[in-house]
Structures are given as structure tokens and as C-alpha cells.
């Protein structure tokens, strides 16, 4: 049978054997490196790569300087395993496939996720290289919020195991967690609300004043796909995102890869001590 006449569980199960086989032991926590949090891989130590393209039913990235590799190993003694390279919808990627990774290191006894990206800060208090801890998304991958024809593969969310309409999928106490590790280490870290865009591009003056005005406080491309996924499946998740560049009406400027990587350079460490933070937290309550 073609994987693709699979059923999707059947599919996430035979991946998620095929992975587990690899490790030794079973990863608690699941980190999503984005732009500005690649570098955590170098802090995990006794690490073992498997590379995307040699996972069944998975994606192979396709953009530059994503390496396209999971990696497990271990963070101050706690066995984690990180996706260097995740799948965008601008892509081309579907939201079953975005998502499916996510159901995949569930399956092999993630309780937590850790996301992280690169996003334009809206606010004007963010300054480039600060980190956001994500209170909160508005999805408008799809067009407006509620236009998600393409989360078809899942069922109407009126079951009774269905998240709460209205509830935030991302952990709370893990999030507090983030700000408190940012207040004793000294850096800047603000909690706020990320608008996801499909893309690729980026924005007009007056769609950042929409955005503004709709309550965003960051603008991105990815995480909400995946971000539902783990909710969808009973995950503890902690959302963040680095400021890279300035998204406001009154700075219209161009941003480069090098301003990105500058960025990444001042949020890197920052963002690697809440990690570290969050991994013992996850595995100690
Ligand atoms: Cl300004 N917009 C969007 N949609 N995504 C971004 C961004 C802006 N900056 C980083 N990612």
C-alpha cells in the first residue's frame, strides 16, 4: 500500500517505531528549534542525528541553513529529542503534514513540547533580539480565524474530549516558568499574543496597524499548526518567539538573513536558559 492510503495513525505509529528503535531512552520532551534557537543543538550532549531523509512518511526541509535532522540526546541529564528544521505551510506543506511530527514524538512519550521561532515584533516595546513567551495565537494561516478548511482530516471539535473552546494551548505554569527564568537571569522577556500568516512575504504599514489593533504583539509564519496538534493530543506546550526584526508602521525597513542572524546571536542564550529551565520543570512536576 502507498503510504499516503495509510491510515494516518497507522502512520505516525510506524514512524514512531522506527525513531524509538534509535534512542536510548524515551524522550519526555520535544523541542521545535526555529530560526534563533538552532544553536541549542550544540548544548546537547552525547547526541545522535537522524537525518529527515531517512525517516518514513516524514518531510524533507527544502530551505537553506535548515538542517533537516532530529536530534536526541541529552539536557542536564534529561533525554530530549529537537527538530532542526520544521515544515512551513508557505511550503507547500499541507497542515496534516506541518502537524504530523508532533504526533509523532507524542507517540514516543513526549508529554511536552517546546516551541520556539523568529517573528516581527508589533509591539512597540519588543526590541530586536528580545524573547516573547506565547500567551496566546491568532491563526490566520487560513485567511481569517474560523476559515480553516484544511484541519479537514480532524473532526468538528465538539467532542467531548475537544480542547475548551476559548482556552489557550499553552501551559501556563510553564510559561510563568519562562518569564520567571528571564527576570532572575536579567534579559528582557515579554508574554504576548503571536499572529500566524501563511506568507511567504511579509507586510503592508496597514497590515501591521490591523494586526496591532487585533491585539498581536508578534507576527510569524509557523507553530500554530503544530501548537493545535499538541493541544489536539493533551500536550503541555511552551511557546516562544525571538524578535528579529521590527514589524510596525512607523519603521518601514528591509530585513536580511544577516539581521536574523544578528538577532539569533543576543536571543540564543537567552532562549537556551528557559529551555534548560522548562526540561527540568517538565520533568519534575
Ligand atoms: Cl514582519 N511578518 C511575518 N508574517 N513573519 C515574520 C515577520 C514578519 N518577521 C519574521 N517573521
Not at 499516503?4 to 524515551?26: G, H, M, S, Y
Not at 530530549?80 to 505551510?89: E, P, T, Y
Not at 496538534?229 to 524578535?243: E, W
Not at 527540568?280 to 512536576?285: A, E, W
Request: aromatic fraction near 8%; proline fraction near 6%; charged fraction near 20%.
Amino acid at each position: 500500500k502507498h503510504p499516503n492510503q495509510q491510515c494516518p495513525a497507522e502512520r505516525v505509529l510506524r514512524t514512531a517505531e522506527f525513531i524509538a528503535c534509535k534512542l536510548a531512552e524515551l524522550p519526555r520532551v520535544a523541542i521545535i528549534l526555529g530560526s534563533g534557537l538552532g544553536n541549542l543543538v550544540d548544548y546537547i550532549e552525547d547526541a545522535i542525528a537522524i537525518d529527515y531523509a531517512d525517516i518514513p512518511n516524514w518531510g524533507q526541509s527544502r530551505i537553506a541553513g535548515h538542517s533537516g535532522q532530529l536530534i536526541f540526546g541529552w539536557l542536564d541529564s534529561q533525554p530530549v529529542i529537537a527538530m532542526s528544521g520544521r515544515f512551513h505551510r508557505y511550503e507547500g506543506w499541507t497542515t496534516e503534514q506541518v502537524s504530523f511530527p508532533v504526533r509523532v514524538l507524542a507517540a514516543i512519550g513526549s508529554h511536552t513540547l517546546i516551541v520556539s521561532n523568529a517573528a516581527g515584533g508589533l509591539n512597540p516595546k519588543y526590541r530586536i533580539g528580545d524573547i516573547v513567551v506565547i500567551r496566546d495565537h491568532i491563526d490566520m494561516l487560513h485567511g481569517h480565524p474560523g476559515q480553516r478548511f484544511d484541519y479537514g482530516i480532524y473532526p468538528p471539535q465538539t467532542r467531548s474530549d475537544a480542547p475548551l473552546r476559548g482556552a489557550s494551548p499553552y501551559d501556563q505554569a510553564l510559561s510563568e516558568k519562562a518569564l520567571e527564568t528571564a527576570r532572575l537571569n536579567g534579559f528582557p522577556a515579554h508574554s504576548g499574543t503571536y499572529l500566524a500568516t501563511l506568507g511567504p512575504t511579509y507586510e503592508t504599514r496597514a497590515e501591521y496597524r490591523f494586526m496591532r489593533k487585533i491585539g498581536a504583539d508578534v507576527v510569524g509564519m509557523s507553530t500554530v499548526p503544530e501548537v493545535l496538534q499538541a493541544q489536539r493530543i493533551g500536550m503541555r506546550v511552551l511557546g516562544m518567539s525571538m524578535v528579529s526584526n521590527i514589524a510596525r508602521p512607523d519603521a518601514p525597513q528591509r530585513t536580511d538573513h544577516a539581521d536574523v542572524l544578528a538577532a539569533a546571536q543576543i536571543a540564543e542564550p537567552r532562549m537556551r536558559a528557559i529551555v534548560r529551565e522548562a526540561v527540568q520543570r517538565s520533568t519534575t512536576s
